[in-house]
């Protein structure tokens, strides 16, 4: 009989909680670099727009309102995180439950703004690179969301069961990706605004 699981529970609570934050800081680390290797690609194909071919005169970028009100909503949701983040540490795993479940609807407001966004761009096909670009980030934005949401479904449901004042580290652990994704959504969102 297997028993890994029994193991589990003789780790001391210092080194899960190092296992947890290094495991999320390198899922965090990996996705920054297909984030940076996506805008190095896009601004390499802008500036190698000598025939005009890179974006078409008929092709617009996202709609830029919709954008704005989406990166505001996730800047809010990082910010009742946080707020939830310090009240969790500051009272011992017995926070303001209101600042989680705050921010978990303003994450799921962006993943239902982001997918909105991406149903209605319109591009039709053949995709060229830049329509490919815009694509690739909006999805992937969307993409990140929804890790974000599911992740914080997990937390919640930790916290409803009462299973979170002998497991705070996964507090922060979760916080890193929080605030990541919102970090992450407004430079993409920046970088397709702003591209030419």
């Given at each position: 009989m297997d028993t890994s699981l029994e193991q589990m529970h003789d780790i001391d609570q210092h080194a899960r909680s190092l296992r947890a934050?290094?495991?999320v800081l390198l899922l965090i680390l990996s996705d920054a670099l297909s984030v940076v290797a996506i805008m190095a690609a896009g601004g390499y194909l802008s500036a190698l727009n000598t025939l005009n071919q890179y974006r078409l005169a008929s092709e617009r970028p996202p709609a830029f309102w919709p954008g704005l009100l989406l990166t505001i909503g996730l800047l809010l949701s990082g910010l009742s995180y946080y707020a939830w983040e310090r009240s969790m540490l500051k009272f011992e795993g017995h926070?303001?439950?209101?600042f989680l479940l705050l921010a978990l609807f303003l994450m799921m407001l962006a993943l239902a703004g982001q997918i909105w966004i991406?149903?209605?761009l319109g591009y039709a096909q053949p995709f060229d690179a830049y329509v490919s670009l815009v694509l690739l980030f909006t999805w992937y934005a969307a993409i990140h969301l929804l890790l974000a949401v599911i992740v914080g479904l997990l937390v919640l449901g930790r916290v409803l069961h009462g299973r979170m004042a002998d497991a705070v580290y996964l507090v922060s652990a979760t916080g890193y990706w929080w605030y990541y994704t919102v970090a992450a959504g407004l430079v993409m969102w920046l970088f397709i605004t702003l591209l030419r």
């Amino acid at each position: 009989m297997d028993t890994s699981l029994e193991q589990m529970h003789d780790i001391d609570q210092h080194a899960r909680s190092l296992r947890a934050r290094a495991a999320v800081l390198l899922l965090i680390l990996s996705d920054a670099l297909s984030v940076v290797a996506i805008m190095a690609a896009g601004g390499y194909l802008s500036a190698l727009n000598t025939l005009n071919q890179y974006r078409l005169a008929s092709e617009r970028p996202p709609a830029f309102w919709p954008g704005l009100l989406l990166t505001i909503g996730l800047l809010l949701s990082g910010l009742s995180y946080y707020a939830w983040e310090r009240s969790m540490l500051k009272f011992e795993g017995h926070g303001r439950h209101l600042f989680l479940l705050l921010a978990l609807f303003l994450m799921m407001l962006a993943l239902a703004g982001q997918i909105w966004i991406g149903v209605t761009l319109g591009y039709a096909q053949p995709f060229d690179a830049y329509v490919s670009l815009v694509l690739l980030f909006t999805w992937y934005a969307a993409i990140h969301l929804l890790l974000a949401v599911i992740v914080g479904l997990l937390v919640l449901g930790r916290v409803l069961h009462g299973r979170m004042a002998d497991a705070v580290y996964l507090v922060s652990a979760t916080g890193y990706w929080w605030y990541y994704t919102v970090a992450a959504g407004l430079v993409m969102w920046l970088f397709i605004t702003l591209l030419r």
